[in-house]
């Protein structure tokens, strides 16, 4: 009798064996990014970035188009995981995403509460809001088997959900004008892509044909083009069943690995150099005391650990979710910590809170970068001098 044969490798499992090096490459990207910005190729840098091509400059064309696909993949998780993966039942979902939500009001208390005087600039509250899923994930893969794989299962879930926070927030409270038109016709383009689904519609490149499209309404719109992705996204179709409740053929299960490895290792790379780089030339070291860097890195050194660590123990405490299985308290404040790391969604979110002032963008990137170093440090040290429970003393999973 033939073997049986084995079974694909699910997402999840993936995303975490090469999460380290994906996480590598965007330090490495945003690292030469900081480096070129204060070198003589700055001019080149900096000019190049707003080199306009087809009506929207480089810049643009990163932040706008390719990240619409890194939302893409963003959505693609987000559904996959609520209808058949992590976040598929409430006993899953209410650990992580109590954590979650303390996650971003931790940090936007904190940033306010720097920002709300005369000097200050509130509208960046949600930069320190989110985590970043590769950087934090990264930090997490370098420790190996000291930290039990159930954290970073639980890590992953909470940044998805913290991930949909984001688009929601990006949704509602940073976009301007509205161009009614393109946003009718991008409705329209969502209702056929739902249809497409209804209708059982399993080939990819329809959906990618009106994906596209899409995403040039929402651009016109007003409305950020990235939101194209995500409402592409839940387009896409998947159809699990009991007998296979991770089907590996579905149209969401291949678009969404065939974008990870492009996303993960050319996409972020690319957002984090061009986004990165800020020159010191002319800057003080008085000007990390200014309420937008400080209540950046604060918001994510300070509000992402008591936020996530104290929702996340509240629901425990209650009795509504468990530790993580093989987990110590030690290791969920630890991972509380790596929650700080807000790289490339704080970056995103600081462009769109400041668009028309290079200076607080500059600032913001140093509050990012400062309290995602702090945070990655200070959690690595936590992880690394603690040890899981013995199968013993395990609790149920969450």
Not at 35 to 64: E, K, Q
Not at 220 to 241: E, K, N, W
Request: glycine share 10%; aromatic share 8%.
């Amino acid at each position: 009798m033939s073997a049986a044969p084995t079974r694909p490798v699910s997402l999840l499992r993936a995303f975490l064996n090469n999460a380290s090096s994906g996480g590598i490459v965007l330090m490495v990207a945003a690292a030469f990014a900081i480096v070129v910005a204060n070198s003589p190729l700055a001019t080149a840098y900096f000019d190049g970035l707003h080199a306009y091509v087809g009506g929207l400059s480089v810049h643009h064309w990163i932040n706008d188009g390719l990240m619409a696909l890194f939302f893409l993949l963003v959505g693609l998780e987000i559904k996959r995981e609520v209808i058949d993966g992590q976040l598929s039942t409430w006993s899953r979902r209410v650990l992580p995403g109590s954590a979650a939500i303390g996650g971003m009001i931790g940090p936007a208390l904190i940033y306010l509460a720097f920002n709300m005087g005369p000097t200050g600039h509130p509208n960046g509250w949600a930069i320190p809001a989110a985590t970043d899923i590769a950087f934090a994930l990264g930090v997490l893969s370098l420790l190996g088997s000291r930290v039990p794989t159930t954290l970073k299962v639980f890590l992953t879930a909470l940044a998805i959900i913290d991930d949909l926070g984001a688009v929601i927030i990006i949704a509602l409270f940073y976009t301007t004008s509205i161009d009614m038109v393109n946003l009718g016709l991008a409705a329209g383009l969502i209702v056929a892509l739902v249809a497409m689904n209804r209708f059982g519609v399993r080939m990819l490149w329809p959906y990618l044909l009106l994906g596209a499209m899409l995403w040039f309404f929402v651009l016109q719109s007003g409305v950020h083009a990235t939101l194209a992705g995500v409402a592409l996204a839940l387009a896409i179709p998947l159809r699990p069943s009991p007998t296979r409740p991770d089907d590996m053929e579905s149209p969401l299960h291949k678009l969404e690995h065939g974008l990870q490895p492009w996303v993960t290792f050319l996409i972020l790379p690319i957002f984090g150099f061009a986004n990165a780089g800020v020159s010191f030339a002319g800057m003080s070291i008085g000007q990390l005391a200014d309420p937008v860097p400080l209540g950046v890195a604060a918001g994510l050194v300070i509000g992402k650990q008591v936020g996530v660590f104290a929702a996340a123990a509240l629901v425990i405490r209650a009795g509504w979710a468990e530790l993580p299985m093989y987990a110590t308290w030690r290791q969920v404040y630890g991972v509380s910590l790596l929650c700080g790391i807000g790289f490339t969604m704080s970056l995103f979110i600081g462009l769109l809170a400041f668009p028309d002032s290079a200076l607080l963008q500059d600032e913001v990137k140093l509050g990012v970068l400062l309290g995602s170093l702090i945070s990655a440090l200070i959690g690595a040290l936590v992880l690394g001098t603690s040890q899981a429970r013995a199968p013993e003393q395990q609790a149920k999973p969450v």
